[in-house]
C-alpha cells in the first residue's frame, strides 16, 4: 500500500516492530515520498492508516 498511497502524497510510515522497521528503513532508504518514523506523538497528519494489526491482538475473543 506504501507504494500506492505515495502516489497522493508524502507517506510517514510508522512501525513499532524493530526487525520490520529496520527493513522498511532500508528497503525506502533512497526514496523521497517516504519517512519511516520513530514516534507519533506531536504530530499532524491528514490521513492515517491502519494495516495489518488484528492479527497482533493475542485474545480476540475476549477483547471485545
Known amino acids: 500500500n506504501i507504494q500506492m498511497l ?3 502524497g508524502f507517506v510517514n510510515i510508522y512501525e513499532p516492530h524493530q526487525e520490520t522497521r529496520k527493513y522498511l528503513k532500508l528497503k525506502y532508504k533512497n526514496k523521497k515520498k517516504f519517512r519511516i518514523i ?3 506523538k506531536k504530530r499532524k497528519f491528514d ?3 491502519l494495516a495489518d494489526v488484528l492479527e497482533h491482538i493475542k485474545d ?3 477483547n471485545s
Open 47 to 49: 490521513l492515517i492508516i
Open 60 to 62: 480476540s475473543k475476549n
Open 38 to 40: 520513530e514516534t507519533i
Open 6 to 8: 505515495s502516489k497522493f
